[in-house]
């Protein structure tokens, strides 16, 4: 399949070079940057950045999960 896209100058400028310190053809950077994109949108479970996922909190600070129990329980919707 043949896809055509116009890049802005700047853009296509950046892969050229790009292509030219990594000594691969344009066609495989793109390929391998489009590759790239694709598996890590679908490797990704989540939209959050690493530092965040990664936070371990305070040791001086009280863990969330140590409040659950003393969480209300949801209301019931009312119907009428």
């Known amino acids: 399949m ?38 890590s949108k679908s490797d990704s479970t989540s939209q959050w950045l690493e530092v965040i996922l990664s936070y371990k909190g305070s040791p001086d600070f009280p863990a969330f999960e140590s409040y659950r129990d003393e969480l209300l329980p949801p209301r019931e919707a009312e119907l009428f």
């Open 2 to 39: 043949q896809i055509m896209i116009d890049l802005p100058p700047d853009l296509e400028q950046d892969l050229i070079r790009q292509a030219a310190q990594s000594n691969v053809p344009l066609q495989t950077l793109i390929l391998q940057a489009l590759r790239q994109l694709i598996h």
